[in-house]
């Protein structure tokens, strides 16, 4: 399971919570004392150098959240809001795997129920064939764009903690026609991350299992590209999930190197690149064993 790459969405959905307990229930995001707040939040956590004072921070956050969904069960906003830190928190904290599958599992969870207020389709993809499913994703619009990239990042969590079930892996194919979608209908600033996430999915598997390593590498190739090298757990990503599945050991390590190389301390990313930093070590270091 990655550690890094959903991390970027936990300052969002931190400040998101923040926003939330200022505003009694998350009804709106429109107060200026709250984007404020918000924003502020968003910032700091991002630019946090100790992983540990947001991993020691988070589940009260995530309490809170359930407080609110209690009172609030069809709010998407608040649902949207917990999916993504669950699935961040389940992603890039939870070490135990059983508490990481549980996390990511309640993330799915919120994001179904969030996606199907907003998006009626979604309500009956999981009873769908393929075919189907896949004929309603032109009907998703730009409003729906939050509520389709929550879903999809709870879903691809949820898939790497239960990789050991059919079921989940079976829906690869879903999620990546979900996301390419978003790159339709979603925001410029997300781009980078949903192409990592994209070559996740095309490498989970080998070939031999309907993996798509080609296809993955130039998804990952895409994200680099788009953020200029700063976002390091794009490199990581792609050394874990391309070059270890083809066997590759000199862009691995070209890759991880790279990321040790690098300063991490970047506006917007230096939380996951101190992250990723930690990810690229551990690879470094099991590398004569895998390969």
């Known amino acids: 399971m990655s550690n890094v790459t959903p991390a970027r969405l936990l300052s969002l959905r931190l400040a998101l919570a923040a926003a939330c307990l200022l505003q009694a229930g998350c009804a709106s995001l429109v107060s200026s004392a709250a984007s404020r707040m918000a924003d502020n939040l968003s910032t700091a956590v991002l630019n946090q150098n100790d992983p540990a004072t947001v991993r020691d921070g988070a589940p009260a956050y995530l309490l809170l959240l359930d407080s609110f969904i209690e009172g609030n069960p069809e709010d998407p906003a608040l649902l949207s809001a917990a999916a993504d830190l669950y699935a961040s928190y389940g992603a890039v904290f939870a070490e135990d795997p059983a508490r990481a599958a549980r996390l990511t599992a309640r993330a799915r969870r919120y994001a179904e129920t969030a996606l199907c ?64 979608r978003y790159l339709e209908i979603g925001n410029d600033e997300s781009r980078a991350a949903v192409y990592t996430y994209l070559g996740i999915l095309a490498t ?79 690879l470094l270091a099991s590398a004569d064993d895998y390969f």
Not at 131 to 147: C, I, K, M, V, W
Not at 250 to 264: F, M, N, T
């Open 204 to 282: 989970l598997r080998p070939p031999a299992l309907g993996g798509e390593p080609e296809k993955g590498r130039a998804y990952f190739e895409r994200a680099i590209e788009l953020t200029g090298g700063t976002d390091l757990a794009a490199k990581v990503e792609f050394a874990r999930g391309y070059a270890r599945l083809v066997y590759d050991r000199a862009l691995h390590d070209r890759l991880l190197d790279e990321v040790l190389a690098a300063d991490p301390d970047v506006p917007g990313y230096t939380l996951t690149n101190v992250l990723a930093q930690r990810d690229a070590q551990a």
């Open 117 to 180: 207020i907003e998006f009626t389709p979604s309500c009956k993809w999981q009873d769908m064939t393929y075919p189907q499913y896949e004929g309603t994703l032109s009907d998703l619009r730009h409003a729906h764009a939050e509520f389709v990239l929550s879903y999809a990042v709870a879903s691809l969590a949820y898939i790497r903690t239960h990789s050991d079930d059919w079921n989940a892996l079976a829906e690869l194919p879903h999620m990546e026609a979900l996301l390419l």
